[in-house]
């Protein structure tokens, strides 16, 4: 299967579903931003339940952007306030101490365009996932597609996902299981298990 998909920060379990269980990759990099989805968001799972850590960027609805034109509004110190947030939720999850050193560039190296982040935060996890995956980047907007599978949609905040299996989560006892949140969330409580729970599941 080739997969067209949106890069996003720190992408949820769907977006990495669909990168795991691909034969290859293509990031669509030539659209116009939108406001409202996962390009700059990610959800984790806090000591009161969902949490959405945002990416601040400088970005006009008047004037379409591209998504790789869009420039992060870094006086607002995000990735400080990201790595609290991620060392709240996930400082008693069994894996966090074993993955947080390798995730360290994305909260202390600057980046001027999400667009770069989001690649970035791919390779990181990429390599703590250990895939071995060499996303293409369209060269063009592709409208429509015939020759890979459209996983564009992932993007979208109200895309739901109630077919993966629940695992084990930092505070499953006080809130339920809570499903498709930033990889991040698997990562940190599944470590190791993470691709092998990815290739077992259908979306």
């Known amino acids: ?6 890069p996003t ?14 034969d290859s990759v293509y990031f669509e990099v030539c659209d ?5 989805s996962f390009r ?30 869009v420039r992060i509004a870094n ?22 101490e074993y993955y947080i050193d390798d995730l360290m560039p ?4 600057h980046f001027d365009y999400i667009l770069d982040f989001n690649l970035k935060c791919f390779d990181i996890l990429s390599d703590s996932l250990q895939l071995n995956l060499s996303p293409k980047h ?18 979208k905040r109200n895309f739901k996902v109630e077919s993966f299996q629940p695992y084990t989560q930092v505070f499953t006892e006080k809130h339920g299981f809570i499903p498709n949140l930033s990889i991040l969330d698997l990562l940190f409580n ?10 077992k599941q259908t979306l």
């Open 40 to 69: 700059n968001r990610t959800e984790i799972y806090g000591a009161n339940g969902k949490l959405a850590l945002t990416v601040p960027v400088s970005y006009s609805q008047k004037n379409r952007q591209l998504y790789k034109d």
């Open 1 to 6: 299967m080739n997969s067209l998909i949106y």
């Open 190 to 199: 599944e470590g190791p298990n993470t691709e092998l729970y990815l290739k």
């Open 106 to 109: 994305l909260f202390e190296t």
């Open 138 to 155: 369209t060269s063009v907007f592709e409208k429509d597609t015939t020759d890979k599978t459209d996983f564009r949609n992932l993007v």
């Open 32 to 36: 116009n931003y939108q406001k409202q």
């Open 75 to 96: 006086e607002e110190k995000w990735q400080i306030q990201h790595l609290k947030s991620l060392q709240s939720a996930y400082s008693m999850s069994p894996f966090f």
């Open 9 to 22: 920060s720190f992408p949820n379990i769907a977006h990495f579903w669909a990168i795991v269980n691909s």
